[in-house]
């Protein structure tokens, strides 16, 4: 039902002259205004002004509500419901034509409810908000609002942007939020797919339960542990090694279990300390190297003078004879 105030004045006034009164408002058109001013109507302010002065109801609107039909409350189902609306102190104007009727519910709507604004079209077709370089589109077949381009396509959302520029930048200046944040409806579904120029094939993919997969992973490692080549590195002793390890159940440089437990690894920083350990045992690998040879040099040497010894021991058993 459509409630309409009591007063209610449509008003033109022609041009500004000389011998036109300032009261009159010059040049102004009004719905629901008076060219005076009373405790019930005020002067038109615009070239065009529409003046809501009594509530809208709505008796059309359809609301969904969850039911309980069980005494233990979880015999929950959905129920429609018709209920009445009431959006207060309303404007609004209609735009329709021959094509669309001239119903309450027919054309297009722009509504002042109260303080909402909002503009609607009531048909089964699209709703284009567009200035000269930039048009966002409302398209009603598929149900997708796209931004400088045409929506079609499965590889299209409910949202999409087309452009040459940044698709998309957030900023979010309160330290507490998130710029942006996805959720679907199980663990193993992905939140992120990135495609490149083959548009079939994801490259890059994360799940809601945390699972990332991706083709390459390149990070910054720095400073990268070549150091432990140089000469003032200092290297411990495999004494030094084994007491470490004894007392803290952890190579040196690495995060403990319950570091990593209570907050979890920086992959980069993780691979420049494996680098790191891998370097430093090829260290050791080389010292142990060098030791085997030197053990192995003495075992010949050994080996020499016996046979040495046994010779004298031959000639002093023939001049002994």
Known sequence: ??????????????????????SAQSGYVGVGTSPTANMNTVKPRYNFQVHGVADYNYNGAQTSIMEDSSSQ??????????????????ARIGITNSVTGIGENDGGLIMMAQKNLSFSNRENGNLTISIPRATMKFDNSSGRVSIGGVSSGNEYGKFNVYTSDNGMSIRVNN???YALRLK????????????????SVPNFQVTGGGNVYARRYITTLNPFPDYVFQPDYKLRTFAELRTF?????????MPTATEVDENGADIGEINRLLV???????????????????????DTNNESLQKRI?????LILELSK
Request: net charge negative.
């Open 175 to 177: 330290a507490l939020k």
């Open 73 to 90: 409350g979880n015999g929950n189902y959905q129920k429609n419901y018709v209920f009445p609306i009431n959006f207060g102190k309303t």
């Open 245 to 253: 390890i004894n007392t803290h159940k952890h190579l040196p440089n």
């Open 1 to 22: 039902m459509l409630c309409c105030s009591t007063i209610n004045y449509a008003q033109f006034n022609s041009p500004w002259t000389t011998n036109t009164s300032n």
């Open 184 to 199: 679907v409806s199980t663990d193993n579904n992905n939140v992120i797919e990135a495609y490149g120029s083959d548009n």
């Open 310 to 314: 046994e010779k004298l021991e031959e």
């Open 276 to 298: 790191e350990k891998v370097e430093e045992l090829t260290l050791y690998v080389l010292e142990l190297e060098e030791r085997l040879s030197a053990a192995e040099s003495n």
